[in-house]
């Protein structure tokens, strides 16, 4: 089966790092696309990494390791703004989206 | 602005009376998508057309239809709605249907049923 994995909640302080880890097995992959998701709002995309490295983007860098099948989403300089739900999600082979649940980033002063 | 628009964006319906969600977009992008959100879940990919071509994925149930009448717009019908499909329903639209083409979603319809 097809299976992406991220942690349900972190929890980070005002101004600081955190890093969102998601790992998957899907059948094929053509890219992975990480989107924000505030409560009670639609999900916005953040960043698409289809070759492995780091892409930056302001404060916000993904990085993907296809060997490994594994991305994290790296948020700079939290501001209480980025308390939403982090989604990732694979492309694969028929190009269809599989879908993480999400992590619920708490920001805290 | 460019924008996809979904109405109404809160739904009340009874049980077993049938509902309808809408969808438009003003991005001229050729793929439709619409999905089923529950608090704290993965969206679930209901139907999707690439231009008109319809696409169901294999296990939507029967009692959800869809209908994209031109390019424009889309619509959800939800023929005999039950207590567990009570959700947010996103409409989302992207340029094409491979590589970095990424989606854009609507505000999406929440819908009670009751």
């Known amino acids: 089966g097809q299976n992406i994995d991220q942690p349900t909640e972190m929890t980070a302080t005002e101004g600081a790092i955190v890093q969102i880890n998601c790992t998957y097995q899907t059948s094929g992959f053509n890219g992975l696309f990480w989107y924000q998701q505030h409560a009670g709002e639609a999900p916005t995309f953040l960043s698409y990494n289809v070759l492995d490295g780091l892409e930056e983007k302001g404060r916000f860098s993904s990085f993907l390791s296809r060997s490994k099948g594994y991305s994290y989403l790296l948020l700079k300089e939290l501001q209480m703004k980025d308390s939403a739900s982090y989604l990732c999600?694979?492309?694969?082979?028929?190009?269809?989206?599989?879908w993480g649940a999400g992590t619920k980033l708490i920001i805290k002063p | 602005d460019a924008m996809v628009i979904q109405n109404p964006r809160y739904q009340v319906t009874q049980f077993g009376k049938p509902v309808t969600l809408s969808c438009s977009q003003t991005?001229?992008?050729?793929?439709m998508y619409w999905y089923q959100q529950k608090s704290s879940q993965a969206p679930k990919l209901l139907f999707h057309?690439?231009?008109?071509?319809?696409?169901n994925e294999a296990d939507t149930p029967d009692n959800f239809q869809s209908r994209r009448p031109n390019t424009s717009f889309c619509f959800l019908d939800i023929r005999s709605p039950g207590l567990g499909d009570a959700a947010m329903y996103l409409c989302?639209?992207?340029?094409?249907?491979?590589?970095?083409?990424?989606?854009?979603f609507g505000p999406g319809t929440r819908l009670t049923v009751l």
């Open positions: 057309y690439y231009d008109k071509d319809f696409n």
């Open positions: 989302a639209t992207s340029r094409d249907s491979g590589g970095a083409n990424e989606q854009f």
């Open positions: 991005l001229n992008h050729n793929v």
């Open positions: 999600a694979v492309m694969d082979s028929n190009y269809q989206l599989i």
